[in-house]
């Protein structure tokens, strides 16, 4: 099972974008990378999903590099309300298991 | 309906009891998973049931006993736990195994083991 590794915490100014790294180098190529976030210790919340391509929808961006072994998720104008922990996922073609990383806190400043 | 319903939302019990939570979801799913997750901690994946059968077991203790009833509904039995089994249990569902499938979770159970 492909592992990903993430930064501990991140700050971000309100209305600035959030742009929180994921490394996933042992990926392999039917892999898709999923985020999730998680507040409060409520249940952890569906982002966004992808494989190869840049995906965009009305939360958030994802990057994912060329040799896919890394990605970046993009939230544009960052709230008070995205204060959260990040979760990167790699999960593999016709597995139910989707293995979270370590998560970034990314607290979000007025 | 989109929607995975956790009860109870908290759950305070003994060694010795045995208690039981309950997941439950209306969105035609056919796999559904158990996660762990202690303070600060990711979550943990515990079990996976794939249309109502045992999928993935991993290695969790014989004191934590699931059960799937039926495609909407899923159990986990509770039984002579230890206090560093206290933490939020998570449910999810997801549609199959199928590429490009998200996971839904509840809100999950937070439980207390004394």
């Known amino acids: 099972d492909a592992k990903t590794t993430q930064p501990p915490s991140m700050d971000c100014a309100e209305g600035r974008a959030a742009n929180l790294p994921c490394n996933h180098s042992?990926?392999?190529?039917?892999?898709?990378v999923y985020w999730y976030r998680q507040i409060h210790s409520q249940g952890p919340q569906y982002i966004i999903h992808g494989l190869k391509n840049n995906e965009t929808n009305e939360m958030a961006s994802l990057i994912i590099t060329e040799d896919r072994k890394s990605s970046t998720l993009i939230l544009p104008h960052a709230t008070l309300r995205d204060t959260a922990v990040y979760y990167c996922i790699v999960r593999g073609t016709g597995t139910y298991k989707y293995i979270f990383g370590t998560g970034t806190r990314l607290k979000v400043l007025a | 309906d989109t929607e995975v319903t956790q009860t109870p939302k908290h759950l305070v019990m003994g060694m010795t009891n045995k208690k039981s939570l309950k997941c439950e979801q209306h969105?035609?799913?056919?796999?559904m998973y158990w996660y762990k997750q202690k303070a600060k901690k990711p979550p943990e994946l515990m079990f996976v049931?794939?249309?109502?059968?045992?999928?993935i077991n991993e290695s969790v203790p014989s004191r934590f006993s699931p059960e799937c009833p039926n495609s909407s509904l899923l159990n986990l039995h509770l039984h002579a736990l230890q206090p560093e089994d206290s933490a939020l249990y998570l449910c999810?569902?997801?549609?199959?195994?199928?590429?490009?499938?998200?996971?839904?979770f509840g809100s999950g159970t937070q439980l207390s083991v004394l």
């Open positions: 049931y794939s249309y109502e059968k045992l999928s």
């Open positions: 042992t990926i392999s190529g039917n892999e898709y």
């Open positions: 969105m035609g799913h056919r796999a």
């Open positions: 999810a569902s997801s549609r199959s195994d199928a590429t490009n499938e998200k996971l839904f």
